[in-house]
């Protein structure tokens, strides 16, 4: 074990979660430790996963959409308590932008099959959206209208990526990278020093990167109109809807946030996304490095003033 | 909590995340991810070269004889419920068949039954394990079932880690109950109880090495002859102790690892013995490896283990009429070394695996020499092929 640190080599691992591809890199002596630690990080994945899904009927979401309506409390523990708590200072910090009531929208808005709903149709889901309409203590929840439902989809990923780098740390790994379908959350450096590139994929063109960043700590998270959009008639319609109309966003084809964890940098750029001219300033008032592309196709990138 | 377009306290959103993402882990230790199912085959023969002349038996012909055959065939599932539980469950049905000699390696005589031995065991068994943060407690429960002989355990193991997952401890509990027949006296019908405990330490040493010990004691009272054998008679109680150390090596510049094991172990019947055994495993590429190895034992006789006499009006019997007595040639003194290869594929979630072990059992090898006279060696080869698939 008498290796200068910059020897140690790093090892990749890719899988399947969340709904896309997921990659690991982690930095070890060997590759049996690396898998061990991978492992681990990759079961946080899917514990995460698991415990927000929508699809499972015994999910924590489940059972609080299931008793909407209803008047009944769902008692909620302790890590969910806490990402509830984000979701209303979320809300509360965007002024309704982010709302984690706004899934149902879904219901209208199919992306795969390229369809723009009517007015009528997203007008309707408008009054069971909003997080106001929540009745959260802190310790139980319940959704006061029964056509109300919780979707942790738009922080879930972020989240995960995080305790996943958590995990890798844990286990003993001072260096690697978790990405999660492009939102990406730093365990450490190279230990060689070094910092990871990481490239943030190109709004318009496939395959290329817009720009390429040096990450040591922290995380970066990416939003786009170009995740899961359609185009009808020249006019791009993605998936960042505003709840508040129904209506997808316009202003940027994409966001991308450096910030000291990634369950913040993934929902700062969510929100950006939806602050439309104010998104820089809404940016820079949390104090974060950021990377925009207009819908022009014009670059801003800025770095927080130093203290 | 209602919606305002107050200015933002800067970071408010950054100072939250954080909070959220600095909660402790929930689930350090989870349970297996995924379920996995494994097939595999074991073919077992072993046999010895008739030399040794015995008094009043006919003069040897250097002979091979096969004795003890068995084909196991085995399947082992693992499935995870939720998060923090996992159910593991294996079945065999082995299929023994040969004889077992009766009087030290004299083969001749084999059992008292004619044609020898054929016997076919079904085991099966299920382990419940409950994972928490830190560590995991499992139950078990499992039986074997032959025509002459049936067993059946509970078991209760615990493990826990510490904080920062370098050292985990290991306590187990066991308790067997066994009924013993006999195809040769109907009328036989005894029971043996054992219980046992377990405790052990695992300390990872650096990023390279990690090395266990654990302490083992098993306390067994009820019948402990083999039945099989004329003039068996063995003490009804039994005290086995055992120690056992591992040390697992990387060697980084190869990718591979050296597994290496001591054992100890010492009972009432008055057998002490040594087992040193090491293992290296090579991996070639990403999916697959060669491990050989190299094992080798060594025992002391049981108290009384009786070697041959050369009397012929008492072979195969102890001279006098000692309260205990054996010819069991698995009681006498003896070194062993067992050499094995094994190859293993792995292909996504598929592994395949193939082994092979050949056993060669003297008394000469004993530690120290001056092992047991009068017994033949034995050898035995041993194949295994495996198959498993994650999902």
Redesign the interface.
């Known amino acids: 074990?008498g290796?200068t640190p910059t020897m140690i080599p790093d090892f990749g691992f890719e899988f399947d979660a969340m709904g896309t591809v997921c990659q690991l890199r982690v930095c070890?002596?060997?590759?049996?430790?690396a898998e061990a630690a991978a492992?681990?990080a990759?079961?946080?994945v899917?514990?995460i996963e698991?415990?927000y899904s929508r699809y499972r009927p015994d999910s924590i979401v489940s059972r609080i959409n299931a008793a909407a309506g209803t008047g009944e409390r769902i008692a909620v523990d302790?890590?969910t308590a806490?990402?509830l708590?984000?979701a209303?200072?979320?809300?509360?910090?965007s002024?309704?932008r982010f709302d984690i009531t706004s899934g149902i929208l879904r219901r209208v808005w199919d992306f795969k099959a390229a369809r723009v709903p009517s007015a009528a149709e997203v007008d309707a889901l408008l009054p069971d959206i909003g997080?106001?309409q929540a009745d959260?203590d802190g310790e139980s929840l319940a959704l006061r209208r029964p056509g109300m439902e919780l979707d942790f989809g738009g922080f879930a990923k972020e989240?995960a990526a995080?305790?996943a780098a958590?995990?890798l740390h844990?286990?003993?790994i001072a260096g690697g990278t978790v990405n999660l379908g492009g939102d990406v959350s730093v365990v450490g450096p190279h230990p060689g020093g070094h910092p990871w590139k990481i490239g943030i994929a190109h709004p318009r063109r496939p395959g290329d990167v817009v720009a390429s960043i040096d990450l040591s700590h922290g995380a970066l998270a990416t939003s786009g109109d170009y995740e899961r959009s359609f185009e009808v008639d020249g006019r791009r319609y993605c998936h960042i809807l505003d709840p508040r109309t129904g209506w997808p966003v316009t202003r940027w084809q994409s966001v991308s946030v450096v910030?000291?964890?990634?369950?913040?940098a993934g929902?700062?750029t969510t929100?950006a996304m939806l602050m439309g001219d104010e998104a820089h300033d809404?940016l820079r008032?949390?104090?974060?490095a950021f990377l925009t592309v207009d819908a022009g196709g014009h670059l801003h990138r800025e770095k927080p003033d130093g203290p | 909590m209602a919606a305002t377009d107050r200015p933002l306290r800067i970071g408010s959103i950054v100072a939250a995340a954080l909070s959220v993402t600095a909660l402790p882990a929930a689930h350090a230790e989870s349970a297996p991810e995924k379920g996995s199912i494994a097939l595999k085959y074991l073919y077992y023969r072993d046999f010895q070269k008739n030399d040794t002349q015995y008094p009043g038996e006919p003069k040897p012909d250097g002979a091979k004889f096969d004795r003890i055959t068995v084909k196991a065939p085995s399947v082992l599932l693992v499935v995870p419920i939720g998060s923090d539980w996992s159910v593991e469950a294996g079945a065999t049905v082995d299929d023994v068949s040969g004889a077992t000699p009766r009087y030290y390696s004299s083969v001749s005589g084999a059992t008292k039954a004619p044609g020898g031995m054929s016997d076919k065991r079904n085991a099966g068994d299920v382990k419940v394990t409950r994972h928490f943060s830190r560590g995991a407690v499992a139950v078990g429960v499992a039986t074997s079932s032959e025509n002459d002989y049936d067993s059946s355990a509970v078991s209760l193991e615990g493990r826990y880690a510490t904080e920062d997952n370098n050292t985990t401890f290991h306590l187990g509990a066991a308790a067997t109950r066994d009924k013993i027949g006999s195809t040769d006296d109907p009328a036989l019908d005894e029971r043996r109880r054992t219980n046992e405990v377990m405790a052990g330490v695992t300390q990872v040493l650096g990023a390279n090495d990690i090395v266990q010990v654990n302490l083992g004691y098993r306390h067994g009272a009820g019948y402990f002859n083999d039945p099989y054998k004329s003039a068996d008679r063995r003490p009804d109680e039994r005290n086995q102790g055992t120690l056992l150390a591992r040390w697992n090596h990387h060697v980084v510049p190869l990718g591979s690892t050296l597994r290496s094991s001591y054992r100890f172990y010492k009972d009432s019947f008055g057998i002490a013995a040594h087992t040193v055994e090491a293992a290296w495993v090579q991996p070639f590429a990403e999916w697959w490896s060669v491990t050989p190895s190299l094992r080798y034992y060594s025992q002391g006789a049981a108290k009384f283990y009786c070697d041959p006499s050369s009397d012929p009006a008492v072979f195969p019997f102890c001279p006098g009429s000692p309260t205990f007595a054996t010819t069991d040639q698995r009681m006498s003194a003896f070194g062993a070394v067992t050499l094995g290869i094994k190859l293993q594929l792995r292909w996504e979630d598929w592994t395949g695996d193939v082994k092979y072990e050949r056993y060669t059992q003297k008394s000469d090898w004993k530690l120290g020499g001056s092992g047991s006279p009068g017994i033949d060696p034995l050898y035995a080869d041993m194949v295994q092929v495996g198959v498993s698939k994650a999902f």
């Open positions: 074990m290796d070890a002596h060997s590759q049996v430790l492992q681990r990759i079961g946080e899917r514990r698991a415990k302790d890590e806490g990402l708590r984000f209303d200072t979320l809300y509360e910090a002024a309704g997080w106001f959260w989240y995080d305790r958590a995990v844990e286990a003993g910030g000291p964890a990634c369950l913040a929902a700062l929100i809404f008032g949390q104090g974060v």
